[in-house]
């Protein structure tokens, strides 16, 4: 059962999405088998040291907040355990960066280090937006420079992360603004509302879908059919998630996440000349 509740603590959801969607990236961009599983393991290493830090750093505030959804608060797990997992993730992730090329690893390495630092402190400032923009616009720089010769990505690859990104943020604060408010965390979408925010992670989400469309080689079928099935499923989780606590539009995002990964796949091949 620990080792269940430390899966739990890891943010499970988000960290095999994220994974999901750079293996599957790696794969229809060109990297072999060996280089898929290195980003694999990579950004799975990653996002677990991002998720245990974040639970370690905010044990007590989320006690405070009553969040019976934490391991650390329900006292599945302790929080002494959090700090080892954290250490042990953020060191296989090195080597695993590494593995895909000094100017690669480098590059997701910096993605994790932004990730780090909205847990140290970046969240409760109006700035809290920028490192969900600069990890996920990298992720994929990393995937794409770590094909042989180290090629970069079009331009349009990093600035669709960065906008998936961004849209997460806004979305993945929004059962906790008043849980974050009462416990001092005031990040940009604490400052500008849950309507705000919502507008915010709608609008970012749906141009990132939008610039997928317009940018690759995805059949026109396709094309224009999954940002109208991303906007639906926006809409639909949003309107889900007007209940105070409710994970409906999180879960909405990664939905759409999923539905660019279509995208991606059907133009993979042609990221790279």
């Known amino acids: 059962m620990r080792a269940v509740a430390l899966v739990r603590a890891s943010h499970p959801e988000p960290a095999v999405v994220v994974t999901v969607v750079a293996a599957v990236l790696a794969a229809s961009v060109g990297r072999d088998g060996a280089g898929v599983l290195a980003v694999a393991v990579a950004v799975l290493a990653g996002q677990l040291s991002v998720g245990w830090l974040n639970d370690f750093l905010d044990a007590e505030r989320d006690r405070l907040a009553g969040r019976r959804d934490k391991p650390v608060v329900t ?24 593995a895909s090329g000094l100017a690669a690893g480098m590059v997701h390495l910096l993605a994790v ?17 920028l490192p969900y923009a600069l990890s996920f616009g990298l ?3 990393f995937v794409v420079l770590g094909l042989p010769g180290s090629p970069p990505p079009p331009w349009w690859l990093p600035a669709v992360g960065a906008l998936l990104g961004a ?3 806004f979305t993945n604060v929004l059962p906790d603004l008043a849980a ?15 309507v705000g925010s919502r507008i915010a992670a709608a609008a970012l989400l749906l141009t990132a879908s939008v ?13 224009v059919g999954l940002p109208a099935v991303a906007a639906a499923v926006l809409v639909t989780g949003f309107l889900r998630g007007r209940r105070d606590g409710s994970r409906a539009p999180f879960r909405a995002v990664l939905v759409v996440a999923l539905l660019d990964l279509v995208l991606l796949l059907a133009a993979g091949h042609t990221i790279v000349a």
């Open 75 to 98: 006292h599945a797990v302790s929080r002494r355990a959090l700090a080892p997992a954290t250490v042990v993730a953020a060191v296989v992730c090195v080597p695993a960066s590494l």
């Open 113 to 129: 280090a932004s990730a780090w630092s909205y847990n140290l402190g970046v969240k409760s400032t109006p700035l809290s937006v």
């Open 139 to 141: 992720l994929p720089t």
């Open 167 to 169: 849209g997460a943020h």
């Open 180 to 194: 974050d408010a009462a416990t001092g965390v005031r990040g940009l979408p604490h400052r500008i509302g849950a």
């Open 211 to 223: 610039l997928l469309a317009v940018t690759t080689t995805a059949e026109p079928l396709v094309a």
